[in-house]
Nanobody, 114 residues
Framework: VQLQASGGGLVRPGGSLRLSCKAS????????MGWYRQAPGNQRELVAR???????NYADSVKGRFTISRDNARRTVFLQMNSLKPEDTAVYFCHTNYTYRGYWGQGTQVTVSS
């Protein structure tokens, strides 16, 4: 299983970014996918998760601003991030549990700064 994340960058407060995570080596359509983030000195935390059914859940800190979605044909999960705040600055990782193992993407840096 490989997860390839992309789309991070530097954005001003109030701006938007869209992260992508392309999966390979797994049956993507039956797998829940998640986005996590880790800021310096902090633990890695769940940002959003989408089940194979399409149902979603979000951390309270991002509800109403972030949207997770998936395209099973493209084997890709997305995280649309709007109204970004400096406290959203972190390395963002995609994640899945597959065949009783957890897999992480390589991480993509998101920096929100003026």
């Amino acid at each position: 299983v490989q997860l390839q994340a992309s789309g991070g960058g530097l954005v001003r407060p109030g701006g938007s970014l869209r992260l992508s995570c392309k999966a390979s080596g797994m049956n993507f359509g039956i797998s829940a996918m998640g986005w996590y983030r880790q800021a310096p000195g902090n633990q890695r935390e769940l940002v959003a998760r989408i089940a194979s059914s399409g149902s979603t859940n979000y951390a309270d800190s991002v509800k109403g601003r972030f949207t997770i979605s998936r395209d099973n044909a493209r084997r890709t999960v997305f995280l649309q991030m709007n109204s970004l705040k400096p406290e959203d600055t972190a390395v963002y990782f995609c994640h899945t549990n597959y065949t009783y193992r957890g897999y992480w993407g390589q991480g993509t840096q998101v920096t929100v700064s003026s």
